[in-house]
Structure formats: C-alpha cells, structure tokens
Nanobody, 121 residues
Framework: QVQLVESGGGLVQAGGSLRLSCSAS????????MAWYRQAAGKQRELVAD???????NYKDSVKGRFTISRDNAKNVGYLQMNSLKAEDTAVYYC???????????????WGQGTQVTVSS
C-alpha cells in the first residue's frame, strides 16, 4: 500500500517562504503525475500545481511566479517551493500522486494527510 507523507508546513509572515515535501513510500513501480492541492477553511479543495513524469508543470494563476513544483524521481519525493507568501495562501496543503504499483496494475491516486500553512499578514 502506498503512503504519502507531507512535511514543511508551518506559520510564516507575509512575504516569507516555505518548502513543502511529499514523500511516497510502499510498493511503487512508477509515479505519473504529482500534484499539490489546498483547502482553505470553508472553501473547496483546489489544485495549486502539478507536474507530470516528464517534468511539465501547471500552476494555478494566483501562484504563478511565486510557487515552484518539482520532483525527485529517484527518491519518489515531490516538492512545492512557496515564495512571497500571502495571507490568502493560508490553507491545508495536500499532495497527491498517480501511482502504478506494478508494471501491470492500474494507476491509482493516493493522497497525503495534509499539512497546515498559515501566513500572517
């Protein structure tokens, strides 16, 4: 069974930076896309950024130029570097990965437990 564990969240002042990590463990043959979502209090979960196996990235408009998603395929780890943080970035951040456990199994999406990011203004 695949597990995703996020780390790196916390409290930061507006304008500051945080780096989130998402480590995948378990039986993993390959990881297709990796993504970061966030959910602010009282709001729906939204996609922040994603990256496919070839390294192509996609960002929510409001984070373009401030956030950078990356991955280390050898270590099965994804990252979200967040710079110039704003109060509106405050949310619980979740990582997700589309993982194939064996060469012949279907791709399944796994989710982490979430990590809180709070930006004080």
């Amino acid at each position: 069974q695949v597990q995703l564990v996020e780390s790196g969240g916390g409290l930061v002042q507006a304008g500051g930076s945080l780096r989130l990590s998402c480590s995948a463990s378990g039986i993993i043959y390959s990881i297709n896309s990796m993504a970061w979502y966030r959910q602010a209090a009282g709001k729906q979960r939204e996609l922040v950024a994603d990256i496919n196996s070839g390294g192509s990235t996609n960002y929510k408009d409001s984070v373009k130029g401030r956030f950078t998603i990356s991955r280390d395929n050898a270590k099965n780890v994804g990252y979200l570097q967040m710079n110039s943080l704003k109060a509106e970035d405050t949310a619980v951040y979740y990582c997700s990965s589309d993982i194939r456990e064996t060469a012949w199994s279907a791709v399944r999406r796994s989710w982490g437990q979430g990590t809180q990011v709070t930006v004080s203004s």
